[in-house]
């Protein structure tokens, strides 16, 4: 199985802050990287696909980045609607994978 | 717009068979390019797929799982299940039906049902 390591684990930040979360696979996956949000007591929504896809209706501050093995989400400038978990999925092979999760609340 | 929407048993006994539905609404399940996928999530985070399966009866299981798990659609009521026998503690979760969207280049869990809270105790 492809392991996926999300880092941090989690972070504290405020409104208007720019983020970066990192995701790092055991192997490579070329671009089949995949990031959700999740909101608690909620499933979770797919926000990036295919590295850097942004997914219709989400806005345009969240962006993604990477290929291989080494990703980044980066929300470019905090609102409060996006302090959530957020994880990152590889969709290269079978067993889809998933990273731990970054919890971001507020600072 | 696609709903998925879970059902089943919250309570299943240990050795017993855990049985979930996942009904799809506003979408047929037979459109072509995508996967009926079940995922679950451990208390605290943990995210782990489990199974998909296509409308004509593809399908393809976690290797850790495979042994216990069955999948199954029914394309007349639009809907896909699944079978987990032989539960222990450890398999107490929030189950997530969810439609794996593919193509050429990305392959993505596109739409999730709300989730179903499945435990695990006598």
């Known amino acids: 199985d492809i392991q996926m390591t999300q880092s941090p684990s989690s972070l504290s930040a405020s409104i208007g802050d720019r983020i970066i979360i990192t995701c790092r696979a055991s192997q490579s996956v070329t671009r089949y990287l995949n990031w959700y949000q999740q909101k608690p007591g909620k499933a979770p929504k797919l926000l990036i696909y295919?590295?850097?896809s942004l997914q219709s209706g989400v806005p345009s501050r969240f962006s993604g980045s990477g290929s291989g093995t080494d990703f980044t989400l980066t929300l470019s400038s905090l609102q409060p609607e996006d302090f959530a978990t957020y994880y990152c999925?590889?969709?290269?092979?079978?067993?889809?994978?998933f990273g731990q999760g970054t919890k971001l609340d507020i600072k | 717009q696609v709903q998925l929407q879970e059902s089943g048993p919250g309570l299943v006994k240990p050795s017993q068979t855990l049985s979930l539905t996942c009904t799809v609404s506003g979408d047929s399940i037979s459109r072509s390019g995508y996967y009926w996928s079940w995922l679950r999530q451990y208390p605290g985070r943990g995210l782990e797929w489990l199974a998909y399966?296509?409308?004509?009866?593809?399908?393809s299981y976690s290797p850790s799982l495979k042994n216990r798990l069955t999948v199954s659609v029914d394309t007349s009521k639009n809907r896909f299940s699944l079978q987990l026998s032989s539960v222990t503690a450890a398999d107490t979760a929030m189950y997530y039906c969810a439609r794996l969207e593919t193509s050429g280049w990305y392959k993505v869990f596109d739409c999730w049902g709300q989730g179903t809270l499945v435990s695990v105790s006598s």
């Open positions: 295919s590295t850097s």
């Open positions: 999925q590889q969709s290269y092979s079978s067993p889809y994978t």
């Open positions: 399966i296509s409308y004509a009866g593809s399908t």
